[in-house]
């Protein structure tokens, strides 16, 4: 079956680490991104790629980074600058034309302990 | 950029009524809106859309209007059920999307 996987489903992090969020698609989407929500809020969009190799990055990039080296895989990485990472973190794919919704991973909740 | 807005922030309906969730864009370049719905802790999933040349879009108890003057849609569930209750998006696409804030809807049994 085709679909968008996440993992881990849960993540501690430590104060000062680097910890990376997995996202891998088996759609052929061309275009990934990656939002951050918080409790009781919306989804706010952390950086997003249309083709492999490229990325911009969204309303609130400032501690994270990515990288899309193949199509079906956009990781994050939630940097020891990111000052308040506890969130739930959701990926999502799409292809590039209009017309079509976004598939949504079943997300991380990540825990600074 | 585009900017969605979405109304009301929380609605609590008794089983069996209607609820009817509205959002407005900005960008007059948007051509596709979808709607999502998210359950508690999981990803949103997506649950009907409608493109920029039709009017209303139906599918079992859920429908979505658009007006493209007014830059408005909604959507509307009837004979709402207790596995309504979630959260749900409004988005509006050009290019990538742009999300409402979402709606909580609660359905009393």
């Known amino acids: 079956d085709g679909g968008i996987t996440q993992s881990p489903k849960y993540l501690f992090r430590k104060e000062g680490q680097n910890v990376t969020l997995s996202c891998e698609q088996n759609?052929?989407?061309?275009?990934m991104y990656w939002y951050r929500q918080d409790p009781g809020q919306g989804l706010r969009l952390i950086y997003y790629?249309?083709?492999?190799?490229?990325?911009q990055k969204g309303d609130i990039a400032e501690g994270y980074s990515v990288s899309r080296e193949k199509k079906e895989s956009f990781p994050l990485t939630v940097t020891s600058a990111q000052k308040n990472p506890t969130a739930f973190y959701l990926c999502?794919?799409?292809?590039?034309?209009?017309?079509?919704?976004?598939?949504f991973g079943s997300g991380t909740r990540l825990t600074v302990v | 950029g585009e900017n969605v807005e979405q109304h009301p922030s929380t609605l609590s309906v008794q089983e069996g009524d209607s609820a009817v969730i509205k959002c407005t864009y900005s960008?007059?370049?948007?051509?596709?809106f979808p709607w999502y719905k998210q359950e508690l802790g999981k990803g949103p999933q997506l649950i009907i859309d409608?493109?920029?040349?039709?009017g209303e879009k139906k599918d079992q108890r859920i429908a979505v209007t658009l007006n493209k003057t007014a830059k408005h849609f909604s959507l509307h569930i009837t004979e709402t059920q207790p596995e309504d209750s979630a959260v749900y998006f409004c988005?509006?696409?050009?290019?990538?999307?742009?999300f409402g804030d979402g709606t909580t809807l609660t359905v009393k049994p």
């Open positions: 999502a794919s799409t292809p590039a034309q209009v017309h079509y919704g976004y598939t």
């Open positions: 759609l052929n989407h061309d275009a």
């Open positions: 790629s249309q083709i492999v190799n490229d990325f």
């Open positions: 960008d007059s370049a948007s051509n596709y």
């Open positions: 409608i493109r920029s040349n039709v």
């Open positions: 988005a509006a696409r050009a290019g990538k999307s742009t």
